[in-house]
T-cell receptor
Framework: AQSVAQPEDQVNVAEGNPLTVKCTYS??????LFWYVQYPNRGLQFLLK??????LVKGSYGFEAEFNKSQTSFHLKKPSALVSDSALYFC??????????FGTGTRLQVFP | DVKVTQSSRYLVKRTGEKVFLECVQD?????MFWYRQDPGLGLRLIYF???????EKGDIPEGYSVSREKKERFSLILESASTNQTSMYLC????????????FGPGTRLTVT
């Protein structure tokens, strides 16, 4: 079955340190991959997507994500975390359809 | 900028009531979606519409119905609200094609008592 996994419920990082939020996807065709962010009491905002080409994708607010086909992963990264990056992050995939399959979300806490 | 609006941010209804959640998008998107978001479960698709009057069931359609009479408007209907439908409901829209990202509304937090 097609699925997206975010193995960490929460990630804690100190401000200024690099951050990584992990995502893996099931191998069933070649999905397109997305990251979204949700701030408190808000809807989801699109951050970036991988369609094809360069494995390192750059997105909004200084975020980037690395596509790794052999490990079926699409981890979200940022070189230097900000307190304002604290939010809920969702990874999602589309498998030959316009519908998205979402992971369960990872809460990122950035401490001053 | 794409704008997706939802009729209410917070809603409190009683068990057995019929509930209407409205969503409007202003970017002429073909696709519209309704999700519910629950802690630890992520987003689960309730219904998807790919054109006016066209709809497709998602993962959890039971207890819900939808209506899309105009391209910009997608309504979610809870025929007889139950306490297990207390949740955050998110509407989204996108262009047709799997490469396109979805744009989300601010959400409606529904409480059924």
């Amino acid at each position: 079955a097609q699925s997206v996994a975010q193995p960490e419920d929460q990630v804690n990082v100190a401000e200024g340190n690099p951050l990584t939020v992990k995502c893996t996807y099931s191998v069933s065709g070649n999905p397109y991959l997305f990251w979204y962010v949700q701030y408190p009491n808000r809807g989801l905002q699109f951050l970036l997507k991988y369609i094809t080409g360069d494995n390192l994708v750059k997105g909004s607010y200084g975020f980037e994500a690395e596509f790794n086909k052999s490990q079926t992963s699409f981890h979200l990264k940022k070189p230097s975390a900000l307190v304002s990056d604290s939010a809920l992050y969702f990874c999602a995939a589309s498998y030959n359809t316009d519908k998205l399959i979402f992971g369960t979300g990872t809460r990122l806490q950035v401490f001053p | 900028d794409v704008k997706v609006t939802q009729s209410s941010r917070y809603l409190v209804k009683r068990t057995g009531e019929k509930v209407f959640l409205e969503c409007v998008q202003d970017m002429d998107h073909e696709n519209m979606f309704w999700y519910r978001q629950d802690p630890g479960l992520g987003l689960r698709l309730i219904y998807f519409s790919y054109d006016v009057k066209m709809k497709e069931k998602g993962d959890i359609p039971e207890g819900y119905s939808v209506s899309r009479e105009k391209k910009e408007r997608f309504s979610l209907i809870l025929e007889s609200a139950s306490t297990n439908q207390t949740s955050m409901y998110l509407c989204a829209s996108s262009l047709s094609g799997q490469i396109y990202e979805q744009y989300f509304g601010p959400g409606t937090r529904l409480t059924v008592t």
